[in-house]
């Protein structure tokens, strides 16, 4: 989008370190195709949130128009990175790409309020770059979880009064095990052996889906795979990629390529959407970096194998399960497998093999609001959007939602609760598991 | 230039806080839209009901600011560029479908509705609203009104106009009037025609009465394959001269059909001159026999026909033609995206005399129309960065247009005036034509604070009216700045 009624006089207000570049966002030629697909467009209703107006804003910041201040950070925080607009562009405008570096360059030209800068700090780097560190957390949040105190604190409203009830609302619910416990392990394939696939925990996954994990473990096995968990796996640094932290992002990289490549395996697999989009853009995200030419052709061979667990078994052919459902559920595809990955029959197609009667929601690729850290951090915002959600989803009458990704199913099952809605969420797998 | 801020506060007072933008770095995101002018408008305001239009509109009127209305600002001549500076007035919070009336195949909606939702929403009906502009998936029914939007199937249903038997419209001095309404023809002049492709010049509509109309029982899409452009553009010439209507008839280059097939994949084949994408819809017999008349005609030059199996197959060889325009963005940084009209008699020699045009300018134009209606889409192809590539983009341009006329055609049509070919107008109509034009849009819009120097040449454009509605009279400024 380069035509703008000035010529630039200015300097650029971006760093040449992860720099959105002219290459990347001209490819934008404004034809506003993308408007109707963005949540928060459809919410707001203004340009500044849309992705062609981010990408304008990009585009003007670029020139040396528009400073980092406040207005460009609050419209680029507040893209959820659904990549709605990448299915609906018909230039193929890389927007995921251009809006983490127009975050990478808010990480490092801006400066957010201190308690603010705090709490992405201790996240970020704390507790998702550490999984000891997420452990310890993760067991004192389980004891509040099961404690007098939680009970407590819910009922003096206390919460409420510090705006932070929605946000303990959409607190996972930490699993009684953690999956670290069976890194290193190795388990067997069931039937006829098909191949060996390495199976990436999750660092939400680990500690808050740890029967999600065991039962994916089990669905590979009882497809005649073996799977492994490779010991030293980390977090997948979607979150740090989506923030701006791409730093952060590539030490998670090179550590997760390192601790893979220990293990020959057939496929490297994950039941979040989230991660496995993240993973198969390592490329790009190690590009960025001079100390990366070795890690390079490693990262190649490692994208080369990613694959969403629904993606790949259902690529591999899924076995017919021995006691199919005779339930009626929807699906809603998470951005990140739809959008990102653009695996959409997969899903369903697993579904089906299980025995569900799939009813189609409309619009069953708009977004959650989820987004990650996204409900946490724009709670009004992505309430907005998870009520336009629910309403799709209440209209299709079943009892069972059905999605493909964790960070969607803490937001649908808040979704849920708050609507009373006599329904439960699972992911594909999940499912599937029950089938078998 | 920023507005005074007593403008501002009487805005947020009738729109509400959250309902104007007034900081230059929001105003920036309104100087675009889909297509290449730029101009800063000094606020943004998005009213929700006809009643704040009207006191919005008023205001304006006080203020002596002009008021341009923007749907979703897809728009490619520049309909909603606040060329003079002054009030946008986003519409995308009227969006409502007002009323549904199956019996008589009507809808009233709010002029932010989405095109293709109000097909969606009516589609439970067995209805659908035919006017289908490529971009219909994000531009607003207002914006069609407003440029009296066509698309692929015009050729069969006719263009916005044909579509609309009603408005609700807010005229410059906040009056609120009704043009027409359900019933297909009403006494008098007929106002509802006028209004439609008026470009936000006479009034702001706020309600809009559409047609409605029934699905087709049957539909069938053909890919006619060519080696040649010129054996795809007799064909055009030879169906329609031998009695078969199609629903649409699209013409698509071989350049053209490359990059949107890379993009899209959209099933067209990569080595071929050219391609037609026809549609008949009708009666299961009568599609049929059409079919069976569409191929027989097409076989005569054609390499080879062939039939959408099924709806997926119809959706993807669509989906290549309509997203065609934003799929060369893919390629080049720029493009132009030419709107004209000639007789479809005159497509062979267009196209050649296109091509001529390309060469001499040295520049790509790919070309991509209605050939059944003989709207013509040349794109020509530019980086921005190349002032003097810019300069030959705009000539070739305007030397397709004057060819359009010299063989009996139209500068645009579907895309508008606007900005964009405001000083070629006098190319089509005598000084007497434009006066009519002039004196009519004067009755309506005598302070010219309606979207202003739009659709007329600026010479033309409110002579009288131009010092006292130039933002400079009456207003006091704050000084201009990134906030």
């Known amino acids: 989008m380069p035509l703008s009624i000035e010529p630039a006089p200015h300097a650029s207000c971006f760093s040449a370190h992860d720099r959105p570049t002219w290459e990347l966002y001209s490819t934008c030629v404004h034809c506003g195709l993308c408007l109707q697909q963005c949540p928060t467009y459809r919410v707001l209703g203004t340009e500044m949130e849309s992705p062609r107006g981010r990408i304008y804003q990009v585009m003007l910041a670029d020139e040396g128009r528009l400073p980092i201040g406040d207005a460009f950070v609050t419209h680029i925080d507040r893209c959820l990175g659904c990549l709605a607009c990448q299915t609906a562009c018909p230039s193929g405008v890389p927007y995921g790409h251009i809006v983490e570096r127009a975050r990478a360059q808010i990480e490092q030209r801006y400066h957010r309020p201190w308690l603010a800068s705090w709490v992405r700090h201790f996240v970020y780097a704390g507790l998702l770059g550490d999984y000891k560190k997420l452990a310890r957390w993760a067991r004192r949040l389980r004891w509040y979880q099961h404690s007098w105190l939680a009970r407590a604190v819910r009922a003096s409203g206390l919460l409420k009064l510090f705006g932070l009830a929605p946000m303990e609302a959409l607190a996972p619910q930490v699993s009684q095990a953690f999956s670290f416990e069976d890194f290193g392990a190795m388990f067997p394939a069931r039937g006829e052996r098909r191949g060996r696939v390495a199976l990436l925990a999750g660092c939400v996954g ?5 029967p999600l994990n065991r039962a994916t473990i089990r669905v590979l096995q009882a497809n005649g795979l073996e799977v492994i968990m490779p010991e030293g796996q980390g977090c997948c640094g979607a979150l740090h990629a989506h923030a701006g932290r791409r730093e ?9 390529i390192r601790a893979f490549e220990q293990w020959s395996c057939d496929a490297i697999v994950t039941n979040a959407a989230g991660c496995g989009s993240a993973m198969k853009d390592y490329v790009d995200l190690l590009a960025g970096s001079s100390e990366d030419s070795e890690t390079a052709a490693s990262a190649q061979e490692f994208v080369k194998k990613v694959r969403d667990v629904t993606e790949y078994l259902a690529e591999l052919g899924v076995r017919p399960p021995a006691h199919p459902l005779a339930l009626r559920a929807t699906y809603q595809d998470p951005c990140h497998l739809a959008h990102a990955q653009r695996i959409r029959s997969a899903p369903r197609e697993l579904l089906r093999a299980a025995g569900v009667e799939l009813v189609e929601m409309q619009h069953p690729d708009y977004c959650c609001g989820s987004a990650g850290v996204y409900n946490v951090v724009e709670v009004e915002l992505a309430g907005q959007i998870l009520e336009e959600k629910m309403d799709d989803v209440a209209a299709t009458s079943v009892n069972l939602l059905v999605t493909a990704n964790t960070g969607c199913m803490l937001q649908l099952r808040s979704g849920v609760a708050r609507r009373g809605l006599p329904m439960q ?10 089938a078998y | 230039m920023l507005f005074a801020s007593s403008i501002v506060r009487q805005l947020r007072k009738i729109a509400g806080r959250d309902a104007v933008l007034s900081a230059r770095e929001d105003l920036m995101l309104y100087e675009y839209d889909g297509g290449v002018q730029r101009a800063l408008p000094q606020a943004v305001v998005f009213p929700q009901t006809t009643e704040q239009v009207a006191r919005i509109v008023k205001l304006a009127g006080k203020e002596g600011v002009p008021i341009v209305p923007r749907g979703a600002g897809t728009g490619l001549s520049g309909g909603a560029i606040a060329r003079k500076g002054g009030i946008i007035l986003g519409f995308s919070r009227m969006n409502k479908i007002l009323e549904v009336d199956v019996g008589n195949q009507r809808a009233i909606v709010q002029p932010g509705v989405v095109n293709l939702d109000l097909s969606h929403a009516v589609a439970k009906h067995g209805l659908y609203f035919a006017p289908d502009p490529s971009s219909q998936k994000a531009c607003t029914i207002g914006g069609n009104v407003a440029e009296n939007s066509g698309g692929p199937h015009t050729l069969a249903y006719g263009v916005t106009v044909n579509h609309v038997t009603g408005l609700e419209v807010v005229l410059p001095d906040g009056r609120v009037v009704q043009f027409g309404g359900k019933p297909a023809e009403s006494p008098g002049y007929d106002l509802t025609g ?9 009034g702001i509509a706020t309600a809009i ?3 409605l109309m029934r699905l087709p029982e049957s539909v069938a899409t053909l890919l006619a394959i060519f080696d040649s452009i010129d054996a795809a553009a007799q064909t055009v010439v030879a169906l329609t001269s031998e009695g078969v209507t199609a629903a649409a008839l699209e013409l698509l280059d071989g350049w053209t059909l490359r990059t949107v097939e890379e993009a899209m994949h959209a099933g067209y084949p990569m080595d071929s001159g050219a391609v037609l994408l026809i549609e008949l819809e009708g009666m299961r017999e009568a599609v049929d026999d059409q079919k069976a008349a569409v191929i027989a005609v097409c076989n005569r030059l054609a390499r080879e026909v062939r039939v959408a199996k099924d709806e997926s197959e119809r959706q993807r060889l ?35 005399r296109i091509e001529e045009i390309a060469k001499k300018y040295s520049l790509t134009i ?14 020509i192809l530019f980086d921005s960065r190349d002032p003097a590539q810019m300069e030959r983009t705009l000539a070739a341009g305007k030397e397709i247009l004057a060819y359009c006329i010299s063989v009996g055609g139209s500068i645009t049509g579907e895309h508008g005036v606007g900005m964009e070919k405001s000083e070629i107008l006098p190319l089509m109509f005598t000084p007497s034509d434009l006066d009519v034009m002039q004196r009519l849009h004067d009755v309506f819009n005598p302070a010219c604070l309606l979207n202003p120097q739009k659709i007329f040449p600026m010479a033309r454009s409110c002579r009288e009216t131009n010092a006292a509605a130039h933002p400079a009279a009456g207003l006091a400024f704050t000084q201009g700045g990134p906030a």
């Not at chain 2, 790919?366 to 794109?379: R, S, T, V």
């Open chain 1, 425 to 434: 969420v699972k992911h594909v797998i999940e499912v599937l598991d029950e």
């Open chain 2, 318 to 352: 669509w989906a290549g033609r309509k997203n065609a325009f934003g799929a060369v963005g893919r390629i080049s940084p720029s493009y132009y995206v030419q709107d004209g009209v000639i007789p479809r008699t005159r497509v062979p020699d267009t196209l050649r």
């Open chain 1, 248 to 256: 952060e992002a590539r030490t998670l990289a090179r550590n997760n």
């Open chain 2, 209 to 211: 009465t559409v047609k």
């Open chain 1, 206 to 210: 680990s500690v808050a889906f740890d």
């Open chain 2, 366 to 379: 790919g070309n991509i129309f209605h050939a059944g209606d003989g709207n013509l889409h040349p794109l």
């Open chain 2, 194 to 202: 006028f209004f439609v492709g008026s470009e936000g010049t006479l």
